[in-house]
T-cell receptor, first 118, second 113 residues
Framework: AQTVTQSQPEMSVQEAETVTLSCTYD???????LFWYKQPPSRQMILVIR??????QNATENRFSVNFQKAAKSFSLKISDSQLGDAAMYFCAYRSVFTTSGTYKYIFGTGTRLKVLA | AAGVIQSPRHLIKEKRETATLKCYPIPRHDTVYWYQQGPGQDPQFLIS???????DKGSIPDRFSAQQFSDYHSELNMSSLELGDSALYFC????????????FGPGTRLTVT
């Protein structure tokens, strides 16, 4: 079974600075997808970025980028030029490529609460 | 763009009562997932449906049941509610083919007193 681990329950970053959130996972699968979701106080789950495991190139979305190390099973999120609106809970999630059931459930990490200091 | 709709957004029930949560997926999405997120917890997968058939089952209690209807909306029925059922219940949808990600609804906050 796959597992996702976020070892940082809480992180703080100064506004305009850069912060990196860590995520490690365990799987025996060779192909899969990884995601970072943001959950602000509204509790809405918002997709931040996704990475396909077969792609060596790290995904980037504006100020958000990932450092995907497949061999190490590591998937960290880097937020550059942090803004007050980035303050939220961040969840790392894993999704298999193949399924025997027909659907693809997400496996989430326990989350990292990011505080942005003005 | 249309999003996943969940109703109600908030629900307060007493112990041993029943509750029904509804989810309306994005148009043309045929797959629905239900997740439960307890206070301070990560979302836990409960159950999924594809083309109106139950597809995968996670940590869903026997007191809960769910189904997907012909218009692809889904309902999560919860009976004999317990205090520990208080949580945020997310519905997510995706098209069966060609999408890597799930689109989450705003969630239904269930409080059991």
């Amino acid at each position: 079974a796959q597992t996702v681990t976020q070892s940082q329950p809480e992180m703080s970053v100064q506004e305009a600075e850069t912060v990196t959130l860590s995520c490690t996972y365990d799987t025996s699968e060779s192909d899969y997808y990884l995601f970072w979701y943001k959950q602000p106080p509204s509790r809405q789950m918002i997709l931040v970025i996704r990475q396909e495991a077969y792609k060596q190139q790290n995904a980037t979305e504006n100020r958000f980028s990932v450092n995907f190390q497949k061999a190490a099973k590591s998937f960290s999120l880097k937020i550059s030029d942090s803004q007050l609106g980035d303050a939220a809970m961040y969840f790392c999630a894993y999704r298999s490529v193949f399924t025997t059931s027909g659907t693809y459930k997400y496996i989430f990490g326990t989350g990292t609460r990011l505080k942005v200091l003005a | 763009a249309a999003g996943v709709i969940q109703s109600p957004r908030h629900l307060i029930k007493e112990k041993r009562e029943t509750a029904t949560l509804k989810c309306y997926p994005i148009p043309r999405h045929d797959t629905v997932y239900w997740y439960q997120q307890g206070p301070g917890q990560d979302p836990q997968f409960l159950i999924s449906f594809y083309e109106k058939m139950q597809s995968d089952k996670g940590s869903i209690p026997d007191r809960f049941s769910a189904q997907q209807f012909s218009d692809y909306h889904s309902e999560l029925n919860m009976s004999s509610l317990e205090l520990g059922d208080s949580a945020l219940y997310f519905c997510a949808s995706s098209p069966r083919q060609g999408s890597y990600e799930q689109y989450f609804g705003p969630g239904t906050r269930l409080t059991v007193t």
